[in-house]
């Protein structure tokens, strides 16, 4: 754990964990919802930060998220506290979707609970052992760089084949939205 919340007591890092991560997941929501409504508006920022996330909410940076919502609604809200890297997707999917903000709220606290106890608990030291284990060994750092090299190629693996199965169908439609163009299908 940092120092700045291990000198704390428990409740007190508990609370600033909880708040943070309450604070962090609103923002990405709100990025998700300002970028939704200003595409819905069919305007462009044109500089800083609000391009940015517009550019990675238009080339799809958050459409795992969207389709996890869409599937599991938002019981995925909670349970994305317990993911790296999957979490900021599922918040700005809640963004896009523009889900009811005492909804989202209610369906965040319990993820964040989890995530500050984690974090107050176990998660820091669990990392903290992970980097030592890897700074102190060439065979850790090469057993992380391994996981990461198998992650990496997982994922282009899996948008490659998305993208070869969306070429696949006429005019690049999924199954799903050749049913809706198609009644008879």
């Known amino acids: 754990m940092p120092d700045f919340l291990a000198s704390m007591p428990f409740w007190v890092a508990f609370v600033v964990l909880f708040l943070g991560a309450m604070a962090r997941a609103q923002m990405v929501y709100w ?27 238009e080339a799809g940076g958050a459409e795992p998220g969207v389709r996890a919502l869409r599937r599991w609604g938002l019981g995925m809200v909670p ?28 369906a965040q ?14 998660g820091f030291a669990a990392w903290e052992a992970v980097m030592a284990a890897a700074a ?5 750092l090469a057993a992380i760089l391994a996981v990461t090299v198998v992650i990496v190629l997982t ?31």
Not at 35 to 56: F, I, N, V, Y
Not at 80 to 88: A, D, E, W
Not at 116 to 122: D, K, L, N, S, V
Not at 136 to 140: E, K, N, Q, Y
Request: glycine fraction near 10%.
């Open 109 to 122: 606290i319990p993820g964040a609970l989890a995530w500050a106890t984690i974090y107050a608990t176990i």
């Open 136 to 140: 102190g060994s060439p065979l850790g």
């Open 79 to 106: 349970l994305c506290y317990l993911t790296v890297g999957f979490q900021s997707m599922v918040q700005a999917a809640a963004g896009i979707l523009r889900i009811e903000l005492w909804k989202y709220v209610l």
């Open 31 to 57: 990025v998700g919802r300002v970028a939704t409504e200003q595409t819905l508006r069919r305007t462009h920022p044109q500089q800083g930060w609000k391009r940015r996330m517009h550019d990675w909410l």
């Open 155 to 185: 994922v282009v693996f899996m948008r490659r084949r998305r993208r070869a199965g969306e070429q696949s169908t006429p005019g690049g439609l999924h199954a799903n939205e050749l049913a809706e163009a198609d009644p008879a299908a």
